[in-house]
């Protein structure tokens, strides 16, 4: 693993009173916090999604096992979601600890919910510093429930790939962060925010080019983006301003010319 850099940060609201990550993280992790569930501490025991006895079942509930003990978890195309979410979160402001306690309780309740293990993931990188290896336990859990039949919405779905890729890079690991990164651009090619962090993470694995590519994006993209991250829009100007100074992009930085070519372009 690489090692933890001190990198920037940026925050942005996501939903439902969870502030979000909209750039290269910035504190690496990982801390000590409240005990983790079973599920967070030992993702086999959680039920990972696996083969029955009688072999491969994909699309069956026997695939997806919920926390040791539990009944294999059942979707019906949706993730299954308790209206308690809502409140946790909310009370997340009031008292961060209680509320992701109270998330982890209710994620093990739910083993069929990947909307609780993605926001309980988000709660977990707003712990100073963030949480990250335990966030990125809970964003994956939920991507292979998504994948399963739990669905997520799509906006849950961006975040928890987002989620992951940001968990890996506060953790000073920037390869792992390009899968997701790159997943969540081929389904919405239009979020400046991702392909901001994706900038950053190629110019820490050493692709400069890449990097410059992908900044270049973010500063000529004039599109919407998604409905659903109309929050999220940030002016040129914002990434301008974190590209001079993100430490991330510091190897595309290395050769001034082309770096002040790319921001006037």
């Not at 850099?5 to 990982?30: I, K």
């Not at 979410?85 to 209710?106: C, K, N, T, V």
């Amino acid at each position: 693993m690489r090692p933890a850099r001190n990198v920037g940060l940026r925050l942005g609201a996501l939903a439902a009173s969870v502030l979000w990550l909209t750039g290269c993280p910035s504190e690496p992790s990982d801390t000590p916090g409240e005990p983790a569930s079973a599920e967070a501490a030992d993702p086999s025991a959680a039920g990972d999604p696996g083969s029955t006895p009688e072999g491969p079942s994909v699309g069956t509930p026997d695939r997806l096992r919920g926390p040791a003990g539990a009944r294999p978890v059942a979707c019906d195309g949706s993730s299954n979601d308790p209206e308690q979410i809502a409140l946790f979160l909310q009370g997340a402001e009031r008292d961060l600890p209680a509320a992701i306690r109270g998330m982890e309780s209710l994620a093990g309740a739910h083993p069929g919910s990947a909307t609780a293990r993605v926001k309980l993931g988000e709660l977990l990188l707003r712990t100073r510093p963030p949480s990250a290896a335990r966030a990125q336990r809970w964003f994956d859990r939920a991507l292979a429930l998504d994948a399963e039949g739990c669905a997520l919405a799509p906006r849950d779905r961006w975040a928890a790939l987002e989620g992951l890729a940001l968990s890996h890079m506060m953790q000073g690991d920037y390869a792992p962060a390009l899968g997701p990164l790159r997943r969540s651009l081929e389904r919405w090619p239009d979020v400046p925010s991702t392909h901001y962090n994706l900038a950053c993470a190629l110019c820490q694995t050493g692709d400069v080019d890449g990097c410059a590519r992908e900044l270049g994006r973010v500063l000529a993209m004039d599109a919407p983006g998604p409905a659903f991250l109309a929050d999220q829009r940030r002016p040129r100007a914002h990434y301008v301003r974190l590209a001079r100074r993100d430490p991330d992009l510091a190897p595309l930085r290395e050769d001034a010319a082309r770096f002040e070519a790319l921001l006037a372009r």
